[in-house]
């Protein structure tokens, strides 16, 4: 009879502690950010940091951002765009972009230009120097604290400079010379909305000439009745119990 209720002790023991572990291996997940009552950002991972997820309920959209070491963007962040969508990363060293409702992610960077405006002299911003990350009207627009303006193009490439098109050539003077370049339709040069430039060094820069990049803001748009959060949230305690 003692061996039997020892024999059942153990069994219990060994089912309890089987259970323990299950539930202590389980990863955590969260909401770290909502765009509207269906669509939000979904991290899984402990100390904030891990797996990223987008869903839309509405559209029966679940993809996958980055499979590991994400880490919530602290910024000011409003994102009513539904078609382009741009998220940021805590060090905002590039952006993961969609340019299909969330469907599928590439990553987008800063564009590479002769020189920057940062404090450093670089061609991209620190982020303890980054105010707020705006995406409307299918364009990102980043804003520091030194009033640099960091945004993608216009929502559509230079028909021009697609597969077919006419190209585009164009003058430019260097040291004194005047110069003639060309852009081909087979080197037509990144996607819209796959490049950041900040707005005072297109100037004199080879995309200047697209039709993408000409007549854009010069600050952030105001966004009007948006119904997101402002900024993304996280508990780093989460699951650590």
Known sequence: MNTNIA????????????????KKSEIPTQVIYRFDDHRYLELKGYYCQGALW??????????????????????????????????????????AVSKDYGRTWKIATYASVPYGVEPDGTTSPKRENVVSFTVVNDQGFLLTKQG?????????????????????????????????????????GEKWGMSYIELST?????????????????????????TGWDHMQCDPDLGLE
Not at 67 to 82: C, M, V
């Open 148 to 188: 640099h303006l960091y945004l993608s193009s216009k929502p559509f490439d230079d028909p021009r400079v697609l597969p077919g098109g006419s190209g585009i050539d164009y003058t430019f003077t260097y040291d004194g010379k005047i110069g003639t370049g060309r852009i081909d339709p087979q080197f037509p």
């Open 54 to 95: 987008y869903v839309d309920n509405q559209r029966g959209i679940r993809s996958e951002i980055m499979d590991k070491f994400y880490r919530a963007f602290a910024g000011k962040f409003q994102h009513p765009s539904e078609r382009y969508m741009a998220i940021p990363d805590w060090d905002v060293d590039g952006f």
């Open 202 to 226: 297109l100037k004199g820069q080879t995309n200047e000439e697209k039709a993408e990049w000409q007549g854009l803001p010069t600050k952030v748009p105001e966004v009007k009745n948006y």
């Open 7 to 22: 024999l059942i002790g153990g069994l219990l023991s060994t089912v309890l502690m089987a259970g323990c572990q299950a």
